[in-house]
């Protein structure tokens, strides 16, 4: 009987049903009274049987074309000199150059200057001053140390911030996927649509991680603001450390912070409505008073990259997204936090694997829900979308293919 399975879901010879109804009428078979006896024994070859059914099906599944393929495009940014920042040292390490940096070409909306970011170079530095800029920057950089290098802030950091930092993602067209129609809340007559996209509550929620974690590979995903506060108010998973006020927020720059350290942004605008949380930025503190931020959620109109920040520049960026007065709250992880696929999740995986089971084709993807408020505390809609795994080796060759093509230019 074994035999017969395999060369059948092999050859693809008979069709899926059959197989399934085939297998089921062998683990369903009653037994009769005499080998009741013998029962463990006989059960056993059936759930080999059951086992090995299961395993070939799910292979003819992943042997299909998925439903989604999504491949970010990264870009690295040019970075123009438009001013310097008054900083003389770090962690008594002297600062050789304190730069401000334009991000030529990219606006974060309609109208606006270009984005700006910091770069610090430290010049040629000792061991000892090696060792001191290693511990104040979370000390998991794998950067080793020679002494006629010259050291930048960015040697410093974890390896997949070293790696994301100026870089601006450019996503597909999101996608209809098929058999989704009734799913959605409000457009109970079309398929969902998916895509692909990233947000600035993503990109913390990763970089805390890399300050505990050797991470070996970018996941670029959309990380819900209803999820993320939620993360960060569980007592189990992080511990609150300070709250600034509207009238206080300048302060930031004022407090003991570590690297890995999480900054949420919240809007203060009591004409804004009930919602489930008025979260509307996050950043992470990486040492040496900078920040690690990404701008805002990539969208097909507006340019969002990866950049490093002062406290200032930080909160200046985000009092600008709502226009209105904003709070501080900074959280300090208690424990490793989890892959984000494992907390970021849908409430489509019932559907899902019903729709991969029923067409025979995987979905491709992990998918993640994108909730839409009401202004009124309700919830307008769930929409999906999706999560790509980047490895370091493609943010390498975006970032080294620029500097190819202006040293041939």
């Known amino acids: 009987m074994l035999e017969r399975l395999v060369k059948y879901n092999g050859r693809r010879q008979i069709p899926l049903k059959e197989e399934q109804a085939y297998a089921r009428g062998l683990l369903e078979t009653t037994l009769e009274p005499s080998k009741r006896a013998h029962r463990g024994a006989l059960l056993k070859p059936l759930r080999q049987l059951k086992d090995t059914f299961e395993r070939f099906t799910t292979r003819s599944i992943k042997s299909q074309e998925p439903f989604l393929h999504f491949e970010p495009k990264f870009r690295q940014v040019v970075l123009g000199h438009v001013g310097e920042l008054p900083l003389k040292e770090i962690a008594h390490v002297p600062v050789v150059r304190a730069s401000v940096l334009q991000m030529e070409g990219l ?216 226009g209105c007065p904003i709070s501080i709250q900074v959280f300090r992880p208690i424990e490793d936090l989890v892959a984000p696929e494992k907390c970021f999740v849908n409430g489509f995986e019932k559907e899902l694997k019903r729709l991969e089971k029923k067409t025979g084709r995987p979905i491709g993807m992990h998918l993640v829900t994108e909730i839409e408020q009401s202004t009124g505390g309700g919830i307008l809609d769930v929409h999906l979308s999706a999560m790509a795994m980047v490895t370091f080796d493609e943010l390498r060759k975006a970032r080294f293919g620029l500097r190819k093509l202006f040293s041939i230019l």
């Open 107 to 322: 606006k974060l909306s309609p109208g606006d200057a270009p984005p700006t970011t910091v770069d610090l170079q430290f010049g040629r530095i000792t061991k000892k001053q090696f060792q001191t800029l290693q511990r104040e920057f979370g000390s998991m950089s794998k950067v080793s140390y020679h002494e006629n290098k010259s050291y930048s802030a960015l040697d410093f950091l974890p390896p997949l911030l070293q790696h994301l930092v100026h870089l601006d993602i450019d996503f597909p067209e999101a996608v209809e996927l098929p058999g989704s129609v009734g799913w959605a809340h409000r457009f109970r007559d079309r398929p969902m649509e998916i895509g692909i996209t990233m947000n600035c509550h993503a990109t913390t929620y990763e970089t805390v991680r890399a300050f505990q974690q050797d991470i070996k590979s970018a996941r670029i995903f959309l990380g819900e603001m209803i999820v993320m506060d939620d993360l960060a108010h569980a007592k189990k998973k992080f511990q609150e450390l300070h709250v600034l006020q509207p009238d206080k927020v300048l302060q930031l720059s004022t407090l003991n912070l570590r690297p890995g350290d999480m900054i949420h942004y919240y809007e203060e605008n009591p004409d804004a409505g009930a919602r489930y949380t008025n979260l509307i930025h996050s950043a992470t503190y990486v040492g040496g008073g900078l920040f690690f931020e990404k701008l805002n959620t990539e969208t097909p109109w507006t340019d969002c990259p990866f950049r490093l920040v002062t406290a200032d520049m930080l909160t200046s960026s985000a009092t600008k997204l709502v």
